[in-house]
């Protein structure tokens, strides 16, 4: 990636996003989160939300497959948001699934972690991208029928 956009645009969300989200994430009187860090009290497993783990990359695609195909600028920023939305609960599941996942297990947290988790965000924008192309598609088909 970029090194400005990197430093004005992904730092400024992960720092920003992270530490609200981990403190979200405390929802367990056993969990300590502080800034990205969420760590079990207990044990003292924890996870760091690093950049990569914050769902950025997976909205950029879901942006630009939704900006590609023609619809209102009001459908687009509809499904942008959402999708965005969809993303950000995916991945606050994803990251309390991998704190108690590595606390159990280590070799099953780092396949989930490298594999699993990956794929289900990036299913997660395929259905998103799905649902919007429906929704154009019928928002569009009463038009059609009208002028044909």
């Not at 090194?3 to 400024?12: A, F, G, K, R, W």
């Not at 405390?26 to 783990?53: N, P, R």
């Not at 928002?139 to 009208?146: E, K, L, R």
Request: proline share 3%; charged share 10%; with cysteine.
């Amino acid at each position: 990636m970029l090194l400005p956009v990197q430093e004005h645009v992904i730092t400024l969300y992960h720092g920003a996003g992270t530490h609200q989200r981990s403190n979200h994430l405390a929802f367990d009187s056993s969990v300590l989160a502080y800034g990205k860090i969420l760590q079990l009290k207990d044990t003292g497993f924890a996870v760091s939300i690093e950049a990569g783990c914050n769902g950025v990359e997976a909205a950029i695609v879901l942006t630009a497959a939704i900006v590609a195909f023609p619809a209102s600028w009001r459908a687009r920023c509809i499904a942008i948001a959402l999708g965005f939305l969809t993303i950000q609960v995916m991945n606050i599941a994803r990251i309390i699934s991998l704190l108690y996942l590595g606390n159990w297990n280590m070799d099953l947290f780092t396949w989930i972690h490298l594999y699993l988790w990956p794929a289900l965000i990036m299913l997660d924008v395929l259905i998103v991208f799905v649902v919007y192309l429906r929704y154009i598609a019928s928002d569009t088909a009463p038009a059609q029928a009208a002028n044909g």
